[in-house]
């Protein structure tokens, strides 16, 4: 859980992301789309929305934020993922949603909840990135290893999906670039990995963008009390 006493407000939209990957990897997004009033937000772990949502709540700066994106990863269940992200914004008094990218509309700020991957049930950021990598370079040879683990450790058949897919990614980073990358992040930011980052799976990140650009655009400025 995070350990974080403050959280710094800039601009009208805050997009709060689980962990420092996240923050790099969406900081690299807006940079490459000349977006630059949105402001990401670490909060160090799925179980760190509630406390993270209670210092924005409390925060002086409230006022400015018109709009609250949240990106989780959809872990094993979806539906579970977003309602446990819901009791964290209803017990901070924030609007709740009804459902993934659908806003949650309050008389002072509205709020938006993407689960990764977008098109999927189950799953993290990691999962995204395999299938950038299986639709560019054809490969399925980061399963193998998978399959070993699965037959070989009966410890690992209580892995989640989640977990399976980080796993893969972890394979993937080490082998396919000239460089040994441990950090997902790391690797997007570099031009070894833009490819990857710039493939058709990987622009649903990029849509998470520009649908927030276009929400915190519609939702009116608060007047300071």
């Known amino acids: 859980m995070s350990s974080q006493t403050t959280i710094t407000i800039k601009g009208p939209c805050l997009l709060l992301v689980e962990g420092k990957d996240d923050k790099a990897v969406f900081d690299e997004i807006l940079k490459r789309s000349g977006v630059a009033d949105i402001h990401v937000v670490s909060v160090g772990g799925q179980d760190s929305f509630e406390p993270a949502l209670e210092l924005i709540r409390n ?52 709020v938006v909840v993407y689960l990764l991957p977008t098109d999927r049930d189950s799953g993290c950021l990691e999962s995204v990135f395999i299938r950038a990598v299986e639709e560019i370079d054809s490969l399925n040879c980061h399963t193998l290893p998978v399959a070993c683990l699965k037959a070989g450790y009966r410890r690992s058949l209580e892995f989640t999906e989640a977990r399976w897919d980080k796993i893969q990614a972890a394979v993937l980073l080490s082998a396919i670039g000239p460089k040994y990358y441990t950090s997902l992040a790391f690797a997007l930011q570099s031009s070894d990995f833009e490819k990857y980052l710039l493939s058709d799976p990987m622009q649903s990140l990029f849509v998470i963008v520009e649908q927030l650009r276009t929400l915190y655009s519609e939702v009116p400025k608060q007047d300071p009390q």
Do not use: M, Q
């Open 59 to 110: 925060s002086e700066e409230l006022p400015s934020v018109r709009l609250i994106g949240i990106v989780c990863d959809s872990e094993d269940d979806a539906a579970k993922t977003l309602e446990r992200i819901n009791n964290a914004l209803a017990s901070t008094n924030f609007p709740t949603v009804t459902g993934r990218g659908v806003p949650g509309l309050g008389s002072s700020h509205s």
